[in-house]
């Protein structure tokens, strides 16, 4: 079964547009520069996102969200503690956003 890892951004109000955006760009590149550490080719099955617009107004601070998407448990362990490219990644976002939220399900469990 696929796993979903959904992660929001809250980027600081000093941010440059530039900034966010590049850093943006970063976040989606991420389905070609992580590499599974055996084959070396990229494992990420998609990752999608970008500047919120919902017209709701309960974003609660939330200005980017971004959707990647995972074979398994296993690929999703190794992106969030190993993978370089992505580790690489959060060390540069982290001193650049106010919030960040995760939310991870694996795809038809709602119990």
């Known amino acids: 079964m696929g796993i979903t890892h959904i992660v929001q ?17 970063r976040m989606l590149a991420l389905e070609r520069t992580c590499l599974h550490p055996e084959t070396q ?8 996102g970008g500047k919120d617009n919902s017209i709701e107004g309960i974003q609660n601070g939330i200005t980017h969200a971004f959707v990647v998407e995972f074979e398994n448990d296993a690929d999703r362990e190794y992106y969030c503690h190993k993978d370089p490219s992505h580790l690489a990644f959060v060390k540069g976002v982290v001193e650049l956003v106010q919030k960040v939220q995760v939310v991870d399900f694996t795809h038809g469990v709602v119990v």
């Open 9 to 25: 951004f809250q980027f600081k109000s000093d941010v440059s547009p530039d900034v966010v955006k590049d850093n943006c760009q």
């Open 41 to 48: 080719k990229p494992y990420l099955k998609s990752v999608t």
